[in-house]
């Protein structure tokens, strides 16, 4: 994202403009009806251009993510280049022809800063409606209703409408009533003193009187009510005011606060985002020395020619009935963008047939190729990773990766994750059979299969926040013994044939370690320290795979030995790593035959 500012900038006319484009000569009377310089100097920049084939209002909630990841990079880039040019905190004019809820998050990240945010009227002109520098009275502006007034128990959500135009209370509890039947902890309405209506909010006045009272609203909820999950957050306003209340906002101190949108078409309050405090891998803007930068740019050059090799090679015809087992056809139309991305969130999102790379996952990607043994496998590792997201994609479910999250639904998603692995896989032997035919017939399919199973293992620990890996999530643990038993069984199997005996789901389950609760996440998820056992507690393990069940009690030795190798395969040489996790799963292999029995 580029914001063309330099030491001269006086301030920004900030752009946002989901709904409609902003017209800058209006904006700029606006600015200067309200006493400020409107021209010299002052940049005019979008977080937000005006996209006729992409409006967010018409996007599946989940989808919402990437203008909420958008508002993120601008804000973050804004302070990486201030700080570049040595500029303090410059001020921004916003402009906001955007859903209340995208409005409010973007106020809420240019903290620190004067900030103005104006109000257009029907006939296209704009005032002033709020401004960060003027301090409210202590006249209320809000009727409040519903705030507890002293400490309160129990776990559950706390219903909080704001409605200054129209009266959207009925409508919105009786949504949120229904989403959360018995988890109600609280309900906070939030009213003009003088009446709903669509005059009801006049200007910067009210604005900073309301803002004050919704952060005191916040931070009340937050001292009194210790088990809230969350804040579910509905409005009606101007947006304007919706921003003037997003610069309360701060989830470090107060409990998340979950943005509710009003979609027309359903006539329902829909979750669009979460906003909480930051979880430890999502990095503020990355701050890369020009060293690190340009190896991030030149992994990312590598990366893109890995696509568009593969993409080339999946639209050939002979390949087309791979494209359609893999769900690939947004595949073949996808780019990935030029610029490693520096802001926080996810380590890569696929936004409409976009991929874009943060550059910690370059770097991490960089760093891998360091320990494989060529070239080509590192290429594969980016081809398994580019064929399991687009499976995804094109299941129109995961479009991104944050390491937090993926674990609600661990269940469902440990299916998913292997159908995709599995798909990647088949792309693999496939492009193996027809780049490198002869090695794939003298080394034979078994073997094959087994190398590229080891790079997904490597595709997978370059996702990893922390090395070396101490501690993983129950569910990711799960992944890493599917791939590590079938590489292993693959092995095995390749002494006695060479036709690759297909995969197939396992589930592996090893009961009895020691969990704690998960400290990035706000649900239930429990997580595993790979180096403490508690030596009183028996340690089971479990397989199911291709209707043959093995139950092993008391194997605790094996179980520490399996982990201590995945410990310490960042230290180890490769070849040695995969040779020690190959020995222990002989072990269990050697204990129950049928696991790697001819047809199993």
């Known amino acids: ?77 804004l302070t990486r280049k201030e700080g570049e040019l040595g500029v303090n905190h410059l001020p921004v004019h916003l402009f906001p022809l955007a859903p209340l809820m995208l409005g409010m998050h973007l106020a809420s990240r240019l903290e620190r800063r004067p900030l103005c945010v104006y109000q257009q009227n029907p006939n296209g002109d704009w005032w002033l409606g709020y401004q960060r520098d003027q301090a409210p009275s202590e006249e209320p502006y809000f009727e409040i209703d519903g705030l507890p007034t002293g400490p309160q128990g129990g776990r559950g959500h706390v219903a909080l409408v704001i409605e200054v135009t129209r009266s959207i209370r ?39 009187r309301a803002a004050r009272q919704f952060r005191q609203v916040l931070d009340t909820l937050h001292e009194h009510l210790e088990g809230c999950e969350s804040v579910l957050l509905a409005m009606d306003g101007p947006g304007s005011l919706a921003a003037a209340l997003g610069t309360a906002i701060n989830p470090e101190t107060q409990h998340p606060l979950r943005l509710h949108h009003f979609d027309q078409g359903t006539s329902t309050y829909v979750p669009v985002h979460l906003l909480r405090p930051r979880r430890k891998e999502e990095r503020p803007a990355a701050l890369l020395t020009p060293e690190w930068m340009a190896e991030a740019t030149h992994v990312l050059e590598k990366v893109r020619a890995v696509h568009q090799k593969l993409v080339t090679w999946l639209r050939e015809t002979e390949q087309a009935a791979l494209v359609e087992r893999i769900q690939g056809a947004d595949l073949l139309q996808s780019h990935i963008g030029v610029a490693p991305e520096l802001s926080s969130g996810p380590l890569y999102r696929h936004v409409k047939g976009s991929w874009n790379f943060h550059a910690d996952l370059l770097l991490r990607l960089g760093a891998l190729r360091q320990l494989l043994a ?218 129950n035959r049928d696991l790697v029995a001819s047809g199993s």
Request: aromatic share 10%; proline share 4%.
């Open 1 to 77: 994202m580029n914001i063309p500012i330099d030491k001269k900038t006086n301030a920004l006319l900030l752009r946002y403009e989901h709904d409609r484009a902003v017209i800058e000569p209006a904006a700029r009377a606006a600015i200067a009806q309200a006493g400020m310089e409107a021209h010299q100097y002052v940049e005019s920049v979008a977080v937000h251009e005006r996209d006729a084939d992409w409006n967010v209002r018409k996007q599946r909630p989940q989808d919402w993510a990437g203008a909420f990841a958008e508002n993120d990079r601008f804000a973050e880039t």
């Open 170 to 208: 009925e409508k919105a509890l009786a949504q949120f009533k229904e989403r959360h039947p018995a988890a109600l902890l609280a309900t906070v309405v939030l009213r003009p003193l003088r009446g709903i209506s669509p005059t009801a909010f006049e200007g910067p006045a009210q604005a900073a």
């Open 374 to 591: 060529s070239d080509e496998d590192w290429n594969e590792c980016v081809r398994l990773l580019l064929v399991h997201e687009a499976f995804h994609v094109g299941q129109g479910g995961l479009t991104s990766y944050n390491y937090s999250g993926s674990g609600r639904t661990g269940f469902v998603l440990e299916v998913a994750d292997f159908d995709a692995d599995e798909m990647a896989i088949e792309v693999a032997l496939a492009w193996r059979r027809a780049k490198h035919g002869d090695a794939v017939r003298e080394k034979g399919e078994t073997r094959t299969v087994e190398q590229i199973v080891w790079n997904v293992v490597e595709f997978l620990r370059v996702f990893e926040p922390d090395r070396p890996v101490m501690e993983l999530s129950e569910r990711r643990l799960r992944r890493y013994l599917i791939w590590f038993f079938h590489a292993c069984r693959l092995s095995a199997l390749a002494r006695k044939a060479k036709d690759a005996p297909g995969l197939g789901l396992v589930t592996i389950e090893i009961a009895g370690l020691p969990t704690f609760p998960d400290p990035d996440e706000e649900y239930a998820q429990q997580r595993i320290r790979l180096d403490y056992f508690d030596k009183d507690t028996p340690v089971a393990v479990a397989v199911y795979f291709r209707r043959r069940l093995v139950r092993e009690e008391n194997h605790r030795a094996w179980v520490e030995r399996l982990f201590q190798v995945f410990r310490d395969w960042e230290s180890t040489p490769l070849e040695k790593a995969r040779d020690d996790m190959r020995l222990i799963f002989e072990q269990l292999f050697n204990r």
